[in-house]
Structure formats: C-alpha cells, structure tokens
C-alpha cells in the first residue's frame, strides 16, 4: 500500500489554557468542584446570570417582530449600534460641539473584544507595519497570541511587582522610555487590567499619554469591561477618554467587547474604533473602508443578535438606567468576594499577606499562589484556576469562599 502523505507542515500547539481548564471543569463529577479559570460572571448560586436588563430587551425585540432582524448587516456593521458604542466609549452625550472630535473615529463591528483586537492588529500590520508591540508582562494570553498571528514582533514591558504584588509603574515607564522606538504600538487595558487587577491611577495614566506622545508610540486600547469593573461607565473609560480628548495629536484605537458588561459572551459583539489625530481630517473614511475591506475577507460582517440587544438597551433611558443597575449588582457582588476570601484567610491566618485581594480591582485576581500551589488546589480540592495564580473572583460565592480559603490555607501550610 502506499503510504499516504500529507502537505500539511504542521506541529501541535499548546491548548488554549483558559477554555482547557473551562473543559476540565465541565466534566469534573466532583461535587465541591470551583471553577475560578475563564473570567465570566456567576450568581451567588455559581450560575450564568443573563441581565435581567438583556432579558426585557429580547423580548422587546421579538414583540417587534422585525423582519429585518436575520438580515445582512453593511460590512462595517449596524451602523447606529456603532455610534451608540462610540458614544458609550468616548463619552458623548449628543452636546453640540461634539461633532468634529466625532469626526476623528472610524468605526466597525467586530467579532467581540477578541475580534476588536485582532482586526486592529491586522489593520496596524498591515497599514502601519510597527516595528514592535509592547504587550504588558502578564498580560491576557491571547494577546500574544492575536500579535503573533498578525506577524507584529512583540515585547513585554514590566507591569507586576512580585515582591510587593502592585503595579510596577516605575518600571513600565523607564523599560517604554528606554526601549520602545518611534512607531511602536503599546497595548494597554482600559480598566481592569487581566490577569493582574491592578491599573494605574489617574496621574499615572496622564504620565503614561505624555511618554506615549513625546516618544511617538501609538496607543492600542483593550476595553473588556467598562462598567463592569467600577459599576460605573465613565470611570472605567476614564484613561481612553483622557487619551482621545487630551492628547489630539496623537492617532490611538479602542478594542471594545460587550460580553462582560452586557453578559453577552457568546454572542461576540464588540467594535473597534480608529481615532486619527486632529490634523487628518479626511483619514478616517478611508480607515473605515481599509477595515471593511479586511472585515469582507476574513467573516464578511460581524453578528448582528446581540448587537441589537445593545443598540435596544442603550437607545431607551430606562433600559439604559436599568442596565446601571445590572452592572452596580455584578461589581459589588465581585467587590464582597473579594472581601469575603480576604477575611477568611486572615481569620485562618494564612501565610502570607492577603491585603491585594481586596486592593485589586475587576473580575481577577492575580493571588500569587505559585503553579505548584494552583495545581495542588486542581488535585487536591478540585478548584480551578490559572497557572499563573489568576482568579476569577467570580466563581466564589457565599457557600465555596470558606472552603476555597481553607483550601488555598492548605496547600501553602503543607508544601514541601
Ligand atoms: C478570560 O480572560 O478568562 C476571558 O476574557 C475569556 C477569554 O476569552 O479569555
């Protein structure tokens, strides 16, 4: 028989760890299993909590019965979705005057914040050809991920300090002053920085515009969760707002994703927005119809379902005042885990210091438990979490927070 050969030059790669885990999790029969691994938000009773905000609006959506809702979208997608998310990431409230600072913005609909972040980077690749993109050290993994596959060649600057567990802003300034060249794109997190919780503070944002535009770098927003992290939508888009309204010099984009703030994460709606500086007016048409060319080549238009859902929300005042609502009871709830989990290591008087728990901020944090300790914590208790000693504060609830805490009491008394 002949053998039977293949074209392909192909070698395994690493499984995706978050969704790993997620499968690990799914099929563990164990009954006191915790699942702290893919940042989604859970009920106290550790279930999926569609907004009650999203439930009004789909069945306001299906009363409509509007024809025209499995229709085609233009490439650039639902265009009045796209203003709407505009306005919600940059803060325009329909004042007069807003229209020329509007005129800087090209807008699409992506495939959710992953789908954001891939399409800039392919836009960036292709377009602007960075030498370097300067990804935060952690960041979430799948920025290096995105980066490799648009072929930019990546580095870290330092973000985390280990031995005091903060945000190292010394050494992200002097490593990005030093290091990054003219042209070089930085990626940063609007708020809620994954997987560490630490952000900077306003001054240090403010620092971190001024070297982005005295050295020339181009500024790469990821915005996974305004609101979702704060309980508030302007807070948490306080450092892309002071970039676009302070530094009009400078050209920057915006990744925004839905699927936390909305709990839409299956649905994969997000938009990417390309602001040009002040001076070329005419650029951001062209932007626009680069990107749909690229959008018309890779998924022809991104989904339309929950974009709907959004656009419906955000076009009614008492939805949208609702939907506050929905987003204060998701980031207090996470803000009483974190106190929760943080008492009860002290009350067990844990090793260690405990007091960055309650100082982190969004759906993570970053425990620093060391990969031996997270897999003794898989083995041993069936609670799961990152490698990296990321977790999701979310997967803890009233009734597993003692238990994960005299797990995690455990497994560092008893290492060897
Ligand atoms: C996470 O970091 O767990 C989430 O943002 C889910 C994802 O896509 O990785």
Not at 69 to 95: N, Q, S, W
Not at 151 to 176: C, I, N, Q, W
Not at 344 to 363: A, D, K, S
Request: net charge negative.
């Amino acid at each position: 028989m002949s053998k039977i050969d293949t074209r392909l030059n192909v070698s395994p790669v690493p499984p995706d760890e978050i969704f790993a885990l997620n499968g690990a999790y799914a099929v563990d029969p164990h009954p006191q299993k915790v699942s702290l691994g893919v940042g989604v938000y859970r009920t106290d009773d550790g279930k999926p909590w569609p907004l009650p905000v999203v439930q009004k609006a789909e069945k306001e959506l299906v009363v409509d019965d509007d024809l025209f809702r499995h229709e085609y979208t233009a490439i650039e997608g639902d265009v009045p979705f796209l203003g709407i998310a505009r306005d919600l990431m940059f803060g325009f409230e329909g004042k007069q005057g807003e229209e020329e600072a509007k005129a800087r913005i090209g807008s699409v609909q992506t495939v959710a914040g992953t789908g954001a972040n891939h399409l800039g980077a392919l836009f960036l690749a292709h377009h602007m050809k960075p030498p370097t993109v300067w990804l935060s050290n952690p960041s979430w993994a799948n920025h290096q991920t995105i980066w490799e596959l648009a072929g930019v060649p990546r580095k870290t600057y330092p973000y985390y300090h280990a031995a005091t567990r903060s945000f190292d802003f010394e050494g992200m300034m002097s490593s990005l002053e030093s290091e990054a060249q003219e042209g070089d794109v930085v990626l940063l997190h609007a708020c809620a920085h994954n997987p560490t919780g630490l952000d900077p503070n306003k001054e240090q944002w403010v620092a971190i515009a001024d070297l982005c535009e005295r050295k020339k770098l181009f500024p790469f927003f990821d915005s996974a969760y305004q609101g979702f992290a704060s309980g508030s939508v302007e807070e948490d888009a306080w450092a892309v707002r002071y970039f676009f309204n302070n530094k009009p010099d400078m050209e920057m984009c915006v990744a925004q994703s839905f699927s936390k703030n909305f709990g839409l994460y299956g649905q994969r709606v997000g938009a990417f927005h390309y602001c040009t500086n002040r001076a070329s007016t005419t650029l951001r048409d062209v932007v626009v119809n680069n990107l749909c060319h690229l959008i018309r080549g890779e998924f022809s238009m991104g989904p339309r379902v929950g974009c709907s859902i959004v656009k419906k929300v955000l076009t009614s005042e008492e939805l949208t005042a609702d939907w506050h609502q929905d987003l204060q009871v998701m980031s207090s709830r996470i803000k009483t885990m974190r106190k929760a989990l943080y008492n009860e290591l002290v009350r067990l008087q844990t090793p260690g210091t405990w007091e960055h728990i309650i100082q982190q901020n969004g759906m993570f944090s970053y425990t620093g438990l060391s990969p031996k300790q997270v897999y003794a914590l898989k083995d041993k208790y069936h609670i799961y979490l990152l490698k990296s000693g990321r977790a999701s504060i979310s997967g803890l609830s009233q009734k597993n927070v003692a238990y994960v805490a005299q797990a995690i009491d455990d497994v560092i008394r008893n290492e060897n």
